[in-house]
């Protein structure tokens, strides 16, 4: 329970940050996206991203990403790069002290919040565009397999209908089948998944692809996500 109650507190804490951030910056939002331009043809332009790939700032022209086998310590250099930092000023508030991943920053932004990925939903670049702050989430808990969690997180390619919606990115669930999830309005909601879910996501952490659900408790967490999804 208490290890749950510092990870409602980091997202708190990440929320203020990324208000703080808009405040300053006439409500424009950092990026969603993780800067990492060892897979990104766009490397001077991205740079405001919430976070960084791990980085070694050691060697010429500032250092470099660290894709394969990173350190801590480049885990969190990744994190201390990124445009929301100076806000956090921690790097402890971007880890879910339950996470044992590996992979150190636990949380996620969605695509849909000044994201990249052109998978069908409008991408918004400030908080007024938000239509929904106290319905809309904007920190996500996420395990992505593959030494770190790359990019955005994303639901998957988006459909209209929560029906017709399928599982893209693996969320974590550090918290005995729950996670915790941070929405715009500031506050934190704990939701605990379906067996289902939670095994479509250790699949997907293994083989990435999708997944639709078919159990009704399955297909109630897509519901949860996709109408929480952040939209003008």
């Known amino acids: 329970m208490a290890k749950t109650l510092v990870c409602e507190s980091n997202i708190r804490g990440l929320n203020v940050a990324w208000h703080t951030y808009a405040s300053d910056n006439d409500s424009k939002i950092p990026g969603a996206n993780v800067y990492n331009p060892k897979e990104q043809e766009w490397i001077q332009t991205n740079k405001w991203d919430w976070a960084w790939a791990p980085w070694n700032s050691e060697g010429q ?62 991408h918004l670049e400030r908080t007024v565009q938000i239509s929904s702050p106290s319905t809309s989430y904007n920190f996500v808990g996420e395990y992505d397999g593959r030494n770190f969690n790359r990019g955005s997180w994303a639901l998957g390619p988006y459909k209209q209908r929560w029906q017709d919606q399928t599982w893209h990115d693996p969320i974590s669930v550090w918290h005995r089948g729950r996670t915790n999830f941070g929405y715009v309005d500031g506050h934190v909601e704990t939701r605990k998944l379906s067996d289902e879910t939670v095994e479509a996501f250790e699949r997907l952490r293994a083989h990435p692809g999708t997944f639709t659900p078919v159990t009704d408790e399955g297909k109630a967490d897509m519901k949860y996500m996709h109408d929480g999804w952040p939209e003008p």
């Open 61 to 122: 022209r500032g250092g470099g990403a660290i894709i394969d086998s990173p350190t801590i310590e480049h885990r969190k250099e990744g994190i201390r790069l990124g445009s929301l930092f100076p806000y956090t000023e921690s790097v402890d508030l971007y880890h879910c002290p339950s996470d044992k991943s590996g992979n150190f920053r636990t949380y996620s932004i969605p695509d849909s919040l000044n994201g990249t990925l052109d998978w069908g939903w409008t």
